[in-house]
């Protein structure tokens, strides 16, 4: 079985070539990060899983090697890394919790919901929570010593929010006595931490219907300087198909108390500050995906030997030759590499946004509109592609990868979730085409397509740019207009007919994720093209080039399936009556 090792070549690539940004003491603390992860979690990933959750009387009991993982993590200082010093955090910028969000959920994605919610909470609290709550409870859960959870979903709503029934019932103005059951609630139950601080969306007594009238609310596991539970059980875990480590509880809130979050009636935008870093934090763990399935594929291919290669400069004297000789193998794991590193620079990209948006002012309103365009592309494409990467995994290790020893079937169990999380990708697609581009009639979009049309005119334009490079800046160019265009096609018959959208939300997000990663391979092919440095290797920056000509090549033409499925319509999709069905 491989083991994952953190791709720190490819992330200093980023950070000292498409960012600008490089110290050595921000290259340390990413080692040190590679050092934990490569330690303390990989080695009990497998272990995890066989072991999985167990749930007695509203115990949760954790596999006992994750349990002192998460006290070691704590320990070690490494929750609260990119949290404000004034509530003990190390201020970091987003770009390193990015990267080491991406090596903790590849290295173990059980373990890696913990923090991640955790972090995601505190977000939610320091954004719309009063001064004296975070005071109360940001320290504790940025030290890790306390952790979050985010309950929203109920048995008979999913995400259809608008249907909570949980209720909440004043006592004061601001404390409340809360009632209902929620259901997946991630790590909702465990012995791992001294507190769990569950924030709970729910709808005072004679709210109004409908989304509008949920408020959200801190509630505690334990109150603060009490050992009595605040009426708060755990009711049971669901048996799934992966995440074994994790506990995916249903949690019964019994007249609980809680604190509002925000102001009453306005719950989904503080909720949505949680489940926005939420899908960011998915975005990730579809760049894990990619990644980890690029090494496992890679090492069996480089050792695995079967069949002769087709090519000459390929086939050798022996009697099979390994798998990475094979050009249909090539094809996937190049596959896998371009989804991979292209996800991770989309990924910083909207790490830098994150940043910027906390400067405030024009241009932390700019960045915030930017991320909210690209928020639902990362989430859906990156973890759709990384699906499709560890498939291929499956697939180049033949029956080999069907089986457990192999390790490639436990990730794709564990990744299978990261499509639905926080919405799934038909729920990403609505959001994407109905509210960040026809709600903004276009304009984030055209602001992006216009750095689409800026890079590769600077590119065609340029004296010192190689043909190779040219040509791919001649390919991408035409999606500067294209992609717009076809925005406000969608538009003119959503005029007509609303369920337009609907029928090509999800070509349209996936188009959208192949053009953008498009740019991102071109914005890192014109660096290695032009970067004069030592720290790179010729070998590293010429893959670089090489792996950029194979996304346009042989990734980025599945634009044109999905721009002639957008053209075609709703008539394929919506036309077949109900009775039809089964005929």
């Keep these: 079985m491989h083991r994952y090792n953190a791709p720190l070549k490819d992330m200093k690539f980023l950070r000292a070539t498409l960012h600008k940004e490089r110290t050595d003491e921000l290259d340390m603390v990413l080692a040190q990060a590679a050092k934990f992860v490569e330690q303390e979690l990989v080695p009990i990933n497998h272990l995890v899983d066989q072991q999985g959750c167990q749930w007695q009387g509203g115990r949760v009991d954790l596999a006992p090697a994750l349990q002192t993982a998460i006290k070691r993590y704590v320990q070690a200082g490494w929750m609260g890394v990119t949290q404000p010093e004034k509530w003990g955090g190390q201020a970091l910028p987003a ?106 969306l729910a709808r005072i007594k004679g709210a109004p219907a409908g989304v509008k009238g949920l408020t959200l609310f801190l509630v505690p596991k334990f109150l603060p300087g009490s050992k009595q539970i605040n009426n708060v059980a755990c009711i049971g875990i669901e048996e799934k198909m992966g995440i074994h480590g994790n506990p995916t509880c249903t949690m019964a809130f019994e007249g609980s108390t809680g604190f509002v979050i925000g102001r009453a009636n306005e719950g989904i935008k503080a909720m949505f500050s949680m489940m926005n870093e939420m899908r960011l934090g998915t975005s990730l763990q579809g760049v894990g995906l990619s990644e980890v399935a690029f090494q496992y594929s890679y090492q069996y291919a480089m050792q695995r030997k079967q069949g002769k290669a087709l090519g000459r400069s390929e086939s050798s004297l022996d009697a099979a030759d390994a798998l990475i000789h094979h050009a249909d193998v090539r094809r996937m794991l190049l596959t896998q590499k371009a989804f991979a590193e292209g996800g991770r620079a989309l990924c910083q990209y909207c790490a830098q946004l994150l940043d910027q948006q906390e400067q405030g002012g024009a241009t932390g309103k700019d960045a915030e509109k930017m991320l909210g365009l690209l928020t639902p592309i990362a989430k859906a494409f990156l973890t759709e592609s990384g699906l499709e990467s560890v498939k291929d995994a499956i697939q180049v290790h033949g029956g080999h990868g069907y089986i457990r020893e192999s390790g490639i079937e436990q990730v794709y169990r564990d990744g299978r979730i990261s499509t639905l999380y926080e919405g799934t990708s038909g729920i990403q697609a609505l959001d994407l085409l109905g509210r960040k581009v026809l709600g903004d009639q276009a304009k984030t979009l055209l602001r992006f397509t216009k750095e689409i049309h800026v890079l590769c005119m600077q590119i065609l334009l340029s004296d010192t740019c190689s043909a190779e490079l040219k040509a791919l800046a001649n390919r991408l160019h035409p999606f500067a207009k294209e992609w717009p265009a076809l925005a406000r096609q969608v538009g003119m018959k959503a005029l007509q007919d609303h369920a337009e959208v609907g029928a090509a939300a999800y070509d349209f997000l996936m188009y959208s994720g192949y053009v953008t990663l498009g740019f991102f391979w071109l914005k890192m092919a014109q660096t290695a093209s032009t970067l004069e440095s030592t720290e790179f290797s010729a070998a590293f920056l010429s893959a670089k080039l090489k792996v950029a000509a194979f996304y346009y090549d042989k990734v980025l033409p599945r634009t044109l399936s999905h721009q002639a499925a957008i053209v075609a319509g709703k008539e394929g999709v919506l036309s077949m009556a109900a009775d039809e069905w089964v005929g």
Aim: hydrophobic content about 45%; charged content about 10%; proline content about 3%.
């Design 95 to 200: 770009s390193i919790g990015a990267f080491f969000g991406e090596m903790v959920s590849s290295g173990n994605p059980a373990f890696s919901m913990i923090p991640a919610l955790t972090m995601s909470a505190c977000k939610a609290v320091s954004g719309f929570a009063s001064d004296a709550i975070q005071q109360q409870y940001l320290p504790k859960l940025v030290a890790g010593e306390w952790t979050g959870t985010m309950c929203m979903t109920e048995a008979h709503c999913g995400s259809d929010l608008g249907l909570i029934t949980t209720s909440a019932a004043a006592i004061d103005d601001t404390t409340y006595a809360i009632s209902g059951t929620k259901i997946f609630i991630s790590a909702g139950e465990h012995q791992a931490s001294g507190n769990i601080i569950h924030l709970v």
